[in-house]
């Protein structure tokens, strides 16, 4: 369309004019006009469902042109008549908006694993059958979790509202109506998969508990809605699932519904920790790397910290501390980190041999964990057991040239581990002095963080003193 056409949508709506522009843009019938309004369809589909101003302007001016022809070549001048005849002219349906099974346009239109698009109540039917593959393509489903397509849901909506049609809605059942409060949870569906992990298929536990997975990582809604149908105990039961990949799901599902403060109290009353601290002694990688980060996101209530490290947590958190990938490492750090805060759990990290393996970090660089081995060592370093393991790894060198070269934060955690070490050690002391730890610790006096140059301080002035006995 024109830019002159555009820009008569606003301004004229007398029929004479909207004839005018339809022979000069030669939309002189229906058909024409449907496969005007079709183009039309396939742009704001391409759009991305976002599209711009002269979309919608120019879907006005078919509408007005449309009503125009309809008025003069079919219907009577009668108004009434007019608008009946209208709400039996439905626009044609775009392909992409039906489901292939109904082929309805689609309420609540999900993706399954091979990508393509169903209506939710229809390819449900289809798996409850037992189907194991894709009515569309045949192809096998590598799982028979669906996910919401919400893209192609608010695509429907707006179409819907183009055309002037009221926008589909879902079919509700008396349980998914206790989710008001909830308005982008859909607890029936919810419900329905609960079924399905109490059901002892495995297969069902698996797919139920990776969408289950996905709806709680999605939303704040999703998480309290989850828990409130019953959720926790059933996927605190699936932590023990011999099959990897159904326990990777239920743990994943924990972490993000532990997301909510809320939830975390009731997963620790469901008796999760302990399930959780198998699964990361046990578990697949991805499995154990999730369970580290559920168990620090639990910890950070201060009395799940006695109740994690009691749980035997801490020796399995360094295990992954050495082996996991590099996201699994940083989870397993933070989360040995925020329970050592806990002055028994830096007794157990301790006894667990973790120094020997900060103290190699610390001097390989390219492993990416100097930042939370220092911050490790530095927590360590006030507890009396903490100093002492510290103090026979040989560390005061390696402490001084992170002054020397490293980040400020890194600086700063360096000169409270050496500070803790040098207060009451003599020996210590003196390496520090050996080293030339005196030139760092200036350098921190005048451009350190405020810790840094307490720490520094009192650093200098023991120096000092060492140095006049």
Same mark, same amino acid.
């Given at each position: 369309?024109?830019?002159?056409?555009?820009?008569?949508?606003?301004?004229?709506?007398?029929?004479?004019?909207?004839?005018?522009?339809?022979?000069?843009?030669?939309?002189?019938?229906?058909?024409?006009?449907?496969?005007?309004?079709?183009?039309?369809?396939?742009?704001?589909?391409?759009?991305?469902?976002?599209?711009?101003?002269?979309?919608?302007?120019?879907?006005?001016?078919?509408?007005?042109?449309?009503?125009?022809?309809?008025?003069?070549?079919?219907?009577?001048?009668?108004?009434?008549?007019?608008?009946?005849?209208?709400?039996?002219?439905?626009?044609?349906?775009?392909?992409?908006?039906?489901?292939?099974?109904?082929?309805?346009?689609?309420?609540? $239109?999900?993706?399954?694993?091979?990508?393509?698009?169903?209506?939710?109540?229809?390819?449900?039917?289809?798996?409850?059958?037992?189907?194991?593959?894709?009515?569309?393509?045949?192809?096998?489903?590598?799982?028979?979790?669906?996910?919401?397509?919400?893209?192609?849901?608010?695509?429907?909506?707006?179409?819907?509202?183009?055309?002037?049609?009221?926008?589909?809605?879902?079919?509700?059942?008396?349980?998914?109506?206790?989710?008001?409060?909830? $308005?982008?949870?859909?607890?029936?569906?919810?419900?329905?998969?609960?079924?399905?992990?109490?059901?002892?298929?495995?297969?069902?536990?698996?797919?139920?508990?990776?969408?289950?997975?996905?709806?709680?990582?999605?939303?704040?809604?999703?998480?309290?809605?989850?828990?409130?149908?019953?959720?926790?105990?059933?996927?605190?039961?699936?932590?023990?699932?011999?099959?990897?990949?159904?326990?990777?799901?239920?743990?994943?599902?924990?972490?993000?519904?532990?997301?909510?403060?809320?939830?975390?109290?009731?997963?620790?009353?469901?008796?999760?920790?302990?399930?959780?601290?198998?699964?990361?002694?046990?578990?697949?990688?991805?499995?154990?790397?999730?369970?580290?980060?559920?168990?620090?996101?639990?910890?950070?209530?201060?009395?799940?910290?006695?109740?994690?490290?009691?749980?035997?947590?801490?020796?399995?958190?360094?295990?992954?501390?050495?082996?996991?990938?590099?996201?699994?490492?940083?989870?397993?750090?933070?989360?040995?980190?925020?329970?050592?805060?806990?002055?028994?759990?830096?007794?157990?990290?301790?006894?667990?041999?973790?120094?020997?393996?900060?103290?190699?970090?610390?001097?390989?660089?390219?492993?990416?964990?100097?930042?939370?081995?220092?911050?490790?060592?530095?927590?360590?370093?006030?507890?009396?057991?903490?100093?002492?393991?510290?103090?026979?790894?040989?560390?005061?060198?390696?402490?001084?040239?992170?002054?020397?070269?490293?980040?400020?934060?890194?600086?700063?955690?360096?000169?409270?581990?050496?500070?803790?070490?040098?207060?009451?050690?003599?020996?210590?002391?003196?390496?520090?002095?050996?080293?030339?730890?005196?030139? $760092?610790?200036?350098?921190?006096?005048?451009?350190?963080?405020?810790?840094?140059?307490?720490?520094?301080?009192?650093?200098?002035?023991?120096?000092?003193?060492?140095?006049?006995?």
């Amino acid at each position: 369309m024109t830019d002159l056409a555009l820009a008569q949508v606003g301004r004229y709506s007398d029929p004479i004019v909207l004839k005018r522009l339809s022979e000069k843009l030669q939309l002189t019938t229906l058909n024409h006009l449907k496969k005007e309004s079709l183009a039309l369809h396939e742009m704001v589909i391409s759009s991305g469902g976002n599209p711009d101003d002269s979309l919608e302007e120019m879907s006005t001016l078919l509408k007005k042109i449309k009503d125009c022809l309809l008025l003069e070549t079919h219907l009577p001048e009668n108004i009434e008549s007019r608008t009946s005849s209208f709400k039996y002219r439905s626009p044609v349906i775009p392909d992409d908006f039906r489901c292939p099974i109904s082929l309805e346009l689609m309420r609540d $239109p999900v993706i399954v694993s091979t990508g393509q698009t169903y209506e939710r109540s229809c390819i449900q039917k289809w798996l409850d059958s037992g189907h194991k593959t894709c009515p569309k393509t045949q192809q096998n489903l590598s799982h028979t979790a669906i996910t919401p397509n919400f893209v192609l849901k608010s695509l429907i909506a707006q179409w819907c509202e183009a055309n002037g049609m009221e926008p589909p809605k879902k079919h509700g059942s008396p349980r998914g109506k206790r989710s008001g409060n909830h $308005p982008d949870c859909d607890r029936a569906a919810i419900d329905s998969l609960l079924l399905k992990m109490e059901s002892g298929n495995q297969e069902e536990q698996r797919a139920a508990a990776g969408e289950l997975r996905l709806l709680a990582k999605r939303n704040a809604d999703n998480r309290v809605c989850i828990a409130e149908a019953g959720a926790i105990p059933l996927l605190v039961e699936l932590l023990s699932s011999p099959d990897s990949r159904t326990q990777e799901h239920a743990v994943t599902a924990l972490l993000n519904l532990s997301i909510n403060e809320g939830n975390k109290s009731s997963i620790v009353d469901s008796g999760a920790i302990p399930e959780i601290v198998q699964v990361l002694k046990n578990g697949s990688m991805e499995a154990r790397e999730n369970a580290a980060a559920t168990l620090f996101s639990l910890s950070v209530v201060d009395g799940n910290k006695v109740t994690i490290g009691a749980a035997g947590a801490i020796p399995a958190l360094i295990d992954l501390l050495c082996e996991g990938s590099p996201r699994g490492k940083k989870d397993a750090a933070t989360a040995i980190f925020n329970l050592a805060i806990f002055q028994g759990n830096k007794v157990r990290a301790v006894k667990a041999g973790i120094v020997g393996h900060l103290m190699r970090m610390l001097v390989d660089p390219t492993g990416g964990m100097v930042d939370e081995a220092l911050m490790i060592l530095a927590v360590l370093s006030s507890h009396p057991e903490g100093k002492a393991a510290i103090a026979l790894s040989d560390p005061v060198a390696v402490l001084v040239e992170v002054m020397r070269t490293g980040s400020s934060r890194n600086r700063e955690n360096s000169a409270a581990v050496l500070w803790s070490l040098c207060t009451s050690d003599a020996q210590q002391l003196e390496a520090a002095r050996e080293v030339g730890a005196e030139e $760092p610790l200036k350098e921190l006096v005048e451009s350190g963080t405020d810790r840094a140059k307490r720490k520094a301080v009192s650093l200098l002035e023991l120096i000092r003193r060492s140095a006049e006995g």
